[in-house]
């Protein structure tokens, strides 16, 4: 099974400065897809961010852009100008092209005002 | 527009009850999935279904049955619970068009508690 690993189970950053989030993950695949969710405490899982693997571009909405380094098979999420309602658990997801979800163990973001 | 729902929010039952947790879909989406939610474990799968009538196993099935007579519902059972399961459930959907796996679709998730 392909694995996914979030090496930093807590981070904090100063509100509007930037942070980054890491995540790699294991697979002999050459398409598949890879998310970011956030959770917030209310529980729901809210998409934050989706790449194509096929697509070399990095995926970019507002804030939130990624570093996808295919080779090396990492996808870390880069969160600018931080604002109080990033705070909340991320998750790094793969999925392939079978439409099975792998997820991360998370990383708990706290904004510091 | 409700998206994902899913009954009970909250549940305690005790050892070796059947529990069934349901999940409904507002809109059509072929693909549905459960995961469960543990401290230090992120969400991990345990069934998924392409379509009504086709179900799959994830990385955790064991002590849990799906079924899936309508697009529209995934029910997921625990036969006879264990304290193991205590835990919080997801359901997801995805629209799946042309191969292309897009984004899942949360519902708010059920909270479990097997004493």
């Known amino acids: 099974a392909q694995t996914v690993t979030q090496s930093q189970p807590e981070m904090s950053v100063q509100e509007a400065e930037t942070v980054t989030l890491s995540c790699t993950y294991d697979?002999?695949?050459?398409?598949?897809?890879l998310f970011w969710y956030k959770q917030p405490p209310s529980r729901q899982m809210i998409l934050v961010i989706r790449?194509?693997?096929?697509?070399?571009q990095n995926a970019t909405e507002n804030r939130f852009s990624v570093n996808f380094q295919k080779a090396a098979k990492s996808f870390s999420l880069k969160i600018s100008d931080s604002q109080l309602g990033d705070a909340a658990m991320y998750f790094c997801?793969?999925?392939?092209?079978?439409?099975?979800?792998?997820f991360g163990t998370g990383t708990s973001l706290t904004v510091i005002p | 527009d409700a998206g994902i729902t899913q009954s009970p929010r909250y549940k305690i039952t005790e050892t070796g009850r059947q529990v069934t947790l349901m999940c409904h879909q507002t809109?059509?989406?072929?693909?549905m999935f459960w995961y469960r939610q543990d401290l230090g474990h992120g969400l991990r799968l345990i069934y998924y279904?392409?379509?009504?009538?086709?179900?799959d196993k994830g990385e955790v099935p064991d002590g849990y049955v799906v079924s899936r007579s309508k697009t529209e519902n995934f029910p997921l059972t625990l036969e006879s619970a264990t304290r193991s399961q205590t835990s919080v459930y997801f359901c997801?959907?995805?629209?799946?068009?042309?191969?292309?796996?897009?984004?899942?679709?949360f519902g708010p998730g059920t909270r479990l508690t097997v004493l």
């Open positions: 790449q194509e693997a096929y697509k070399q």
């Open positions: 279904s392409a379509a009504a009538d086709i179900t």
């Open positions: 997801a959907a995805a629209l799946v068009e042309r191969g292309t796996t897009n984004e899942q679709f």
């Open positions: 697979t002999s695949e050459s398409d598949y897809y």
């Open positions: 809109w059509s989406h072929s693909y």
């Open positions: 997801a793969y999925a392939n092209t079978g439409n099975q979800f792998y």
